[in-house]
């Protein structure tokens, strides 16, 4: 079965500090993976996308990296801000036209 | 528009009244999605377009649920007979690609939150 499951299920960190979400997943075939950002009340918003042949990419503070073969992604958020407070969920997109989504992490950014 | 536009952004409807949910999607953009949000959930998919086409709908959790896109732009998400348990935020997204594309990239709009009382 096609699942997406990512870890914690939500974190506190204090302002500045740095964080790892995790992404585990099992869907086949595989063709990219993306995490989207979601602020309360508003849309996610994609953050990055990884193929199936990019270990680590980077956009500002966020890096994601990638780990095709135990199927396994991250997400490092560098010197956190208030506004990374969000939901942050882990999206792969099978070849077979079907998108998974996880059911995300919930980060809180206390100052 | 610039992105993508979901009206209402708040429905609160008495059990048993029907609801419709519009989306306005980027324009030009092919595929578009209807996902059901609930609270501290993941998106949950309910239906693809691809244009005016309707290519999947396996996610539509009853036959009170229903969506259209005559025209291949903005689309229309219809609720029959509300339950509680349809209480949850709508999620509309549309991508200049067809489902499972080279990247895939989904452009979300900021949902229709219902409450069904």
């Known amino acids: 079965k096609n699942q997406v499951e990512q870890s914690p299920q939500s974190l506190i960190i204090l302002e500045g500090k740095n964080c790892t979400l995790q992404?585990?997943?099992?869907?086949?075939?595989?063709?990219?993976l993306r995490w989207y950002k979601q602020d309360t009340g508003r849309g996610p918003v994609s953050l990055t996308i990884?193929?199936?042949?990019?270990n680590t990419k980077s956009n500002g503070r966020y890096t994601a990296t990638l780990d095709a073969d135990t199927k396994q992604s991250s997400l490092h958020i560098t010197a956190s801000q208030l506004s990374d407070s969000a939901s942050y969920i882990c999206?792969?997109?099978?070849?077979?036209?079907?998108?998974?989504f996880g059911s995300g992490t919930r980060l809180s950014i206390r100052p | 528009g610039a992105g993508v536009s979901q009206s209402p952004r708040y429905k609160v409807a008495k059990r048993g009244q029907d609801v419709a949910l519009r989306c306005d999607p980027i324009?030009?953009?092919?595929?578009l999605f209807w996902y059901q949000q609930a609270l501290g959930q993941g998106p949950e998919f309910l239906t693809y377009f691809q244009n005016e086409a309707q290519l999947d709908k396996s996610g539509l959790p009853s036959d009170r649920f229903f969506a259209e896109r005559p025209e291949g732009s903005v689309s229309t998400l219809k609720i029959q007979r509300t339950q509680q348990e349809d209480s949850a935020v709508y999620l509309c997204?549309?991508?200049?690609?067809?489902?499972?594309?080279?990247?895939?990239?989904?452009?979300f709009g900021e949902g229709s939150r219902l409450t069904v009382l």
């Open positions: 999206v792969v997109y099978s070849s077979a036209s079907k998108i998974i």
């Open positions: 992404c585990n997943y099992t869907v086949s075939p595989f063709s990219n």
């Open positions: 324009s030009g953009h092919v595929s």
């Open positions: 997204a549309s991508s200049p690609e067809l489902a499972g594309g080279a990247t895939g990239e989904l452009f």
């Open positions: 990884m193929t199936f042949s990019e």
